[in-house]
C-alpha cells in the first residue's frame, strides 16, 4: 500500500510565498510524473504543474513564471515553490503521482489561502 502525504499550506498575504511538499510512502518502485492540481471553491480540479521521471516540466498559463515544480527522486517527494501568489490562487491543492506498479494516486489535499 502507497500514500501521498501533502504539506505546507496555510494563509498568505498576496505577493507572498508558500512551498509546498508530498512525499510518496510504502512500497514504492519508482515513480513517473507526479503533479501539482488544485480545486477552488465551486470549480473543477484543475492542473498547475507537473514534472516527468525526466524532470520535464509542464505548467499551467496562469502560474507560468511564479511558480516551480521539482522533485526529489531519493525522497519520493515533489514539491512546489508558489511565489507572487495571488488571491486566485486560493484553493485546495493536491498532489498526484504515477507510481509504478499502483499506479496513479492522490494526496488528500492541502489548503491555500491568498488574502488581498
Known amino acids: 500500500q502507497v500514500q501521498l502525504v501533502e504539506s505546507g499550506g496555510g494563509l498568505v498575504q498576496a505577493g507572498g510565498s508558500l512551498r509546498l511538499s508530498c512525499a510518496a510512502s510504502?512500497?514504492?518502485?519508482?515513480?513517473?510524473?507526479m503533479g501539482w492540481y488544485r480545486q477552488a471553491p465551486g470549480k473543477q480540479r484543475d492542473l498547475v504543474a507537473t514534472i516527468t521521471r525526466a524532470h520535464i516540466t509542464n505548467y499551467a498559463d496562469s502560474v507560468k513564471g511564479r511558480f516551480t515544480i521539482s522533485r526529489d527522486d531519493n525522497k519520493n517527494t515533489v514539491y512546489l515553490q508558489m511565489n507572487s501568489l495571488k488571491p486566485e490562487d486560493t484553493g485546495v491543492y493536491y498532489c498526484?503521482?504515477?507510481?509504478?506498479?499502483?499506479?496513479?494516486?492522490w494526496g488528500q489535499g492541502t489548503q491555500v489561502t491568498v488574502s488581498s
Open positions: 498526484n503521482a504515477d507510481i509504478r506498479v499502483y499506479g496513479p494516486r
Open positions: 510504502g512500497s514504492i518502485f519508482g515513480i513517473n510524473t
